[in-house]
């Protein structure tokens, strides 16, 4: 009997196993924030391949919200439209369809990977000026953001509501709130980039208001059916930034305001972050929040060998767990994985003579 390849009730979602794709920008969306085929091709290659769970990318409820101006939005009824067939493609290979909502905040504007040049993109080359907490960029050659005020504050929880009533009309069975890697609501939860005097900076309490506004935001546009993830950088490993301890107190609030399950990752706040890298390395994140808050989580990073998800799920440090880059290697990882684990495992029937 394998944890890995046993279903998991959300709500009224029942993942069919506890294998997911994480969110991976794919910098190749149309013209302002659209998906293209490349996203229904992606995203259905996972969904074919067997994850249960496949997120897309970073999806910005806000144009400025993009990370790269050929990042995914869902600011408007064109993105739903956009979005449909793929959720639609992926809902029919047997997987949940899921979306993960973003605003970059200081990281916003910037040049996809591959391009020549790093760092922000110019007005003059479709970039713009990135909002985040306050007005210090991210980092040298990133562009200098203009500090939300209250007025602004209040658009961005308000743009994350509409985007998550918009992922529910497009077909998205699950949303994902992007609180981690340095993007908006990151920039406020840390004391290394929250530096603000109102009454979104100072304590802790302060600076998770923001996340916990958009969390309960988002719970009551989606309604009580639709399960909500969200994505924190449990520590920011860096000596006086976001720590573990102030994770599983901001799990506990979130759990309260509906969220179903914190994803563990780390990091990307700041620059003198210091990770220690190595297979799983961010598992003990979600297993002292599961076990310290007690609200489900998933484990992400460095996962790759089945009889590690496997262990993982099994031995109770997480109930989900996501894979990037093995599922970008090869989008069959979880046949493979089910081969390894002794599980009868049926992929599409156009493939059954494979079996
Ligand atoms: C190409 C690429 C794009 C990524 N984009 C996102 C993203 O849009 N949102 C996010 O939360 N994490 C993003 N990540 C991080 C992954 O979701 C994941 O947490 C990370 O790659 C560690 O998992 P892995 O070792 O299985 O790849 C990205 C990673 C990669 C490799």
């Not at 996809?112 to 713009?128: H, I, K, L, M, N």
């Not at 991210?138 to 209250?150: H, K, N, V, W």
């Amino acid at each position: 009997m394998s944890s890995l390849f046993t279903p998991l009730a959300l709500r009224a979602v029942t993942l069919p196993n506890r294998i997911a794709m994480a969110p991976m920008c794919q910098y190749s969306a149309g013209p302002d924030g659209l998906p293209t085929d490349w996203h229904l091709i992606h995203l259905g290659s996972r969904a074919v391949g067997g994850a249960g769970l496949v997120l897309t990318e970073a999806t910005a409820v806000l144009p400025e919200g993009r990370i790269s101006p050929q990042d995914t939005g869902l600011w408007s009824g064109a993105h739903v439209d956009a979005w449909r067939p793929v959720t639609a493609f992926v809902a029919a290979h047997g997987a949940v369809p899921a979306v993960q909502l973003a605003h970059a905040g200081f990281k916003a504007s910037t040049y996809r990977p591959w391009a020549p040049e790093r760092g922000g993109v110019p007005d003059a080359e479709g970039g713009w000026t990135p909002v985040a907490p306050g007005s210090e960029p991210f980092t040298a050659g990133y562009r200098t953001p203009t500090s939300l005020d209250e007025a602004g504050i209040a658009g961005v929880v308000e743009a994350f509501a509409a985007g998550a009533e918009r992922a529910v009309d497009a077909g998205f069975a699950a949303v994902e709130i992007h609180a981690a890697h340095g993007y908006l609501l990151n920039e406020f939860l840390s004391p290394l980039t929250n530096h603000r005097t109102d009454g979104y900076g100072g304590d802790r309490a302060a600076r998770m208001r923001l996340t916990l506004e958009v969390a309960r935001a988002v719970r009551a546009a989606v309604g009580e059916d639709v399960p909500v993830l969200t994505r924190i950088s449990a520590t920011d490993w860096v000596e006086g930034g976001w720590t573990i301890d102030d994770s599983v107190v901001l799990a506990g609030e979130l759990a309260g305001v509906g969220v179903d399950l914190v994803d563990a990752s780390s990091g990307g706040v700041s620059v003198d972050q210091r990770v220690p890298l190595g297979p799983g390395y961010q598992v003990p994140l979600a297993a002292q929040i599961r076990r310290d808050a007690g609200v489900p989580t998933g484990a992400v990073g460095l996962i790759v060998e089945p009889e590690h998800a496997e262990q993982i799920v099994a031995g109770g440090e997480a109930d989900l767990v996501l894979l990037g880059r093995e599922l970008l290697r090869d989008p069959y990882w979880p046949r493979r994985a089910a081969a390894k684990l002794g599980v009868a495992y049926s992929g599409p029937a156009q493939y059954a003579r494979a079996a």
